[in-house]
């Protein structure tokens, strides 16, 4: 099977998973944002919180180091394996032993909160042990691109989540309910994930493997831990400055806009990485791929994120009580933000994939210099609103940064990348303004006619507009939709 074939059925299956996982999730957050209070919300977005940034150090980027060694097979996992296993353990007993500190770094309501906060925390903690045992499995998928197998545990995890979540919180067990839905997800997702993959860890060690993944596990896990702040730091500046309550309204304005727009984004960039690395010595191919997955992943970003941005009014109206009715504007400019955001996943792959993820370091303590002020200052003078304008104006200035410098590692301009960015989003802001006009002026907006009415119109007025301006990439990806629906395929030999 070609390289390209199987990077886009890796891209189906990863896909599917992600439909089927946050499909699910999306049904749970619904559900529990009408049992559940913004501040219960809130006080498990703030152990979470804790639980991330401890998740940084879970496997030492020993995943990415077992996906870029492409020679070494059994003893790279088996090192990976036993390193991430033992740090799961550091980690849960370290979490365990300093939830009461970490609890007081946040503004709750008062003592009672704090306290609960803290045992929220420690139970919490167990999904780091569980999921650092599955860690080296699921990089030994995504190093084959066996995204079929892998949406096995994807999906159980997100489906036991939110169901048990769901049950717990139906029988009144409150900000519990999330906490030991998550826990238990984790566990299943590995016990899901050593059952379809064959391999077990052995006893034999190949010292030699150690100093290189070690190397570049490292600066991975640099990269991920800088990652981790720039995504959670405006959960940490909202927690600090402004409480649970308003943390809870900001988790929900984040969490919809992220289930739609950036784990797709996500799904198809893991996919990416373990294809360009594979194409580590061929930067011309290594361009074009690029190239083609910016233009590929912007036709369907871009209407996502303008059209999350129209209707974001009339869907909270229609779906939610009236407590959350704050998170409308947070929304809107989340929305956007999401949507550039899937633009910058690409340079990431590229950095890692020609062994060069110490860029990933510095771009993004780069980005954490300019975030934390501007943030600071909007939630300090405009509360959550200011945080998600914050977020955005800092997103696109990191665009501008990251076109520049993948330049100079596969030779794309940041012309070159304007020129395919453009069109998906001409269209698409011109499609958001019609949706909105179509919702003001009907006779109720919020009602489910309306928004399915206004939502056929604007994809019809966006798959026109987009044809319009790059029918070539539509072509692109109508003929790659006929070929993976084709039922013969090329059988890999050897």
């Known amino acids: 099977m070609s390289l390209g074939r199987q990077a886009a059925q890796g891209a189906i299956w990863n896909y599917a998973a992600f439909l089927v996982s946050k499909g699910l999730l999306f049904v749970a957050t619904l559900v529990l944002a009408r049992l559940l209070t913004p501040a219960e919300f809130g006080l498990v977005g703030m152990a979470l919180l804790v639980i991330t940034l401890l998740d940084i150090l879970r496997d030492f980027g020993m995943g990415s180091a077992l996906i870029y060694r492409q020679r070494d097979g059994k003893a790279a996992a088996n090192m990976a394996f036993f390193l991430s ?17 970490a609890a007081t770094f946040f503004k709750t309501s008062g003592p009672d909160e704090t306290a609960s906060l803290t045992l929220l925390l420690q139970v919490l903690g167990l999904s780091l042990l569980f999921s650092s045992l599955g860690s080296a499995y699921d990089a030994l998928l995504q190093k084959e691109i066996d995204y079929r197998r892998r949406m096995v545990p994807e999906v159980g995890r997100t489906l036991v989540k939110g169901v048990l979540s769901v049950v717990l919180a139906l029988m009144g067990w409150g900000a519990w309910s999330l906490v030991i839905g998550q826990v238990v997800g984790e566990f299943c997702a590995t016990v899901l994930l050593w059952v379809v993959v064959p391999w077990r860890p052995s006893l034999k060690f190949e010292r030699s493997l150690f100093r290189p993944m070690m190397g570049y ?36 304005a984040f969490r919809i806009p992220e289930l739609l727009i950036r784990n797709l984004a996500q799904a198809v960039s893991t996919v990416a990485f373990p294809v360009a690395a594979r194409l580590q010595a061929d930067i011309a191919a290594m361009r074009d791929a690029y190239l083609t997955m910016q233009r590929y992943m912007l036709v369907i970003l871009a209407p996502l994120g303008f059209g999350l941005y129209a209707v974001t009014p009339a869907v909270i109206h229609f779906l939610f009580p009236s407590r959350w009715d704050a998170v409308i504007p947070v929304m809107q400019i989340l929305s956007i933000y999401m949507l550039l955001g899937g633009i910058n996943h ?9 062994g060069r993820p110490d860029m990933l370091n510095r771009l993004s303590l780069v980005k954490l210099v300019m975030l934390v002020p501007v943030l600071w200052w909007g939630a300090t003078n405009y509360g959550i609103e200011g945080v998600a304008w914050g977020q955005l104006i800092v997103r696109v200035a990191g665009i501008i940064i990251d076109m520049w410098v993948v330049s100079g590692f596969v030779g794309v301009s940041v012309w070159a990348n304007l020129r395919v960015i453009w069109p998906p989003m001409v269209a698409s802001a011109i499609m958001a303004a019609a949706v909105q006009v179509l919702l003001v002026f009907g006779r109720d907006g919020s009602s489910i006619l309306s928004l399915v009415l206004a939502t056929l119109s604007g994809s019809a007025i966006y798959v026109s507009l987009i044809w319009l301006l790059d029918g070539a ?22």
């Open 217 to 252: 596990g490292l600066q991975v896990m640099m990269a991920g831990g800088l990652g981790t702040l720039l995504g959670d730091v405006d959960y940490l500046i909202i927690g600090r400055l402004l409480g649970e309550t308003a943390l809870g309204l900001y988790t929900l």
């Open 85 to 101: 296993s033992g740090i799961g353990v550091i980690l849960f007993t370290v979490n365990l032993l300093l939830a009461p500190v």
């Open 346 to 354: 690409w340079p990431g792959v590229v950095y890692k994939a020609v």
């Open 473 to 494: 990439t539509v072509n692109g990806l109508v003929s790659l939709a006929r070929s993976m629906l084709r039922r013969k395929s090329a059988v890999p030999t050897g």
